[in-house]
């Protein structure tokens, strides 16, 4: 059983770009979630995507977007880049949407 | 609506000493509960979770939490640290809203362990 991967690990881009994080939830998970989690704070939830429709959302700008896929793999996609969108952004996927999630090793984006 | 207060950013220990992380949560529903450990450049690794079975929760590593409900309090206590306890301890918390539960996160205590 393969554990939550995200791709890539690091990623430097430049204000006002646009970025693509991916997602490989846990086999047999239908639900994945995004967070951002700048230096020194704790994990923010971005949305949460169960069986490829969102099921929740945080407080985040309509810039941020996100897909999941047919296998329950996820995309998160930022556009218009700020140099506060950077940010360790955690993927977490779980068998149902009210049981414990697993979490990724993140993506470390850094806007310049 | 739900929020988590860590008291404290930076805890500091001898090793063998009593860990205790300590952990305030408010919300207007029965709560989930849940410590989460972070190792430099890791993601985030379940530690113990409360979801309205037994107050006296026992996780992994050695660590256990106990929820009170009069104080709204969700400590995290070890009886001996080791030095490979070291990292950052995330207490959030959940509640079923509309059939997801999305937690919410403090914003951390950094443990440090002392040779």
């Known amino acids: 059983e393969t554990g939550v991967t995200q791709s890539p690990t690091h990623l430097i881009k430049t204000r006002g770009q646009q970025v693509t994080l991916r997602c490989s939830s846990q086999s047999g998970h239908n639900t994945v979630s995004w967070y951002q989690q700048a230096l020194g704070q704790g994990p923010q939830f971005i949305f949460q995507?169960?069986?490829?429709?969102?099921?929740g959302r945080g407080n985040f700008p309509p810039r941020f977007s996100g897909l999941q896929f047919p296998n329950y793999s996820s995309e998160l996609n930022v556009n218009a880049l700020e140099l506060d969108d950077s940010a360790l952004y955690l993927c977490a996927s779980s068998a149902d949407t009210n049981t414990e999630a697993f979490f990724g090793q993140g993506t470390r984006l850094t806007v310049v | 609506a739900q929020s988590v207060t860590q008291l404290g950013s930076h805890v500091s220990v001898s090793e063998g000493a009593l860990v205790l992380l300590r952990c305030n949560y408010s919300s207007s529903v029965p709560p989930y509960l849940f410590w989460y450990v972070q190792y430099p450049n890791q993601g985030l690794q379940l530690l113990l979770k409360?979801?309205?079975?037994?107050?006296l929760v026992k996780g992994i590593n050695g660590f256990e939490a106990e929820f009170k409900k009069s104080e709204t309090s969700f400590h995290l206590t070890k009886p001996s640290a080791h030095m490979s306890d070291a990292a950052e301890y995330f207490c959030?918390?959940?509640?079923?809203?509309?059939?997801?539960?999305?937690?919410?996160f403090g914003r951390g205590t950094s443990l440090i362990v002392h040779p």
């Open positions: 995507y169960y069986r490829e429709e969102e099921n």
């Open positions: 959030a918390v959940s509640a079923a809203s509309g059939g997801s539960y999305i937690p919410t």
């Open positions: 409360y979801t309205s079975a037994a107050t």
